[in-house]
Nanobody, 120 residues
Framework: QVQLVESGGGLVQAGGSLRLSCVASGSTAGIDSMGWYRQAPGKQRDLVAGISSTGMTNYAASVKGRFTISRDNAKNTVYLRKNSLRPEDTAVYSC??????????????WGQGTQVTVSS
């Protein structure tokens, strides 16, 4: 079992910045890739950014160049630095970790989410 706890959300003006953090605890030795998803009201949950265990990253087109994902494996933490925020970035941001437990395929674990609201 892995527990993920996000922090760093809040209210920010358009053009501002925020940094989200997600700390993993429990059986962290099996953590492989990690990432961030977001879900705006009335919309589906979409991938924002992902990072592999070796540091390879991928981003949604809408955030590329504005958001940066990073991780500190020693601290079992993944970060999402968000610059040049826009009102359309308003959403609940959730952390996800793919964890190899006892099987050949990873299991996805989710955090509870943190609200980010960008005012215009």
């Amino acid at each position: 079992q892995v527990q993920l706890v996000e922090s760093g959300g809040g209210l920010v003006q358009a053009g501002g910045s925020l940094r989200l953090s997600c700390v993993a605890s429990g059986s962290t030795a099996g953590i492989d890739s990690m990432g961030w998803y977001r879900q705006a009201p009335g919309k589906q949950r979409d991938l924002v950014a992902g990072i592999s265990s070796t540091g390879m990253t991928n981003y949604a087109a809408s955030v590329k160049g504005r958001f940066t994902i990073s991780r500190d494996n020693a601290k079992n933490t993944v970060y999402l630095r968000k610059n040049s925020l826009r009102p359309e970035d308003t959403a609940v941001y959730s952390c996800v970790a793919d964890v190899y437990c006892s099987g050949a395929y990873p299991v996805g674990y989710w955090g509870q989410g943190t609200q980010v609201t960008v005012s215009s």
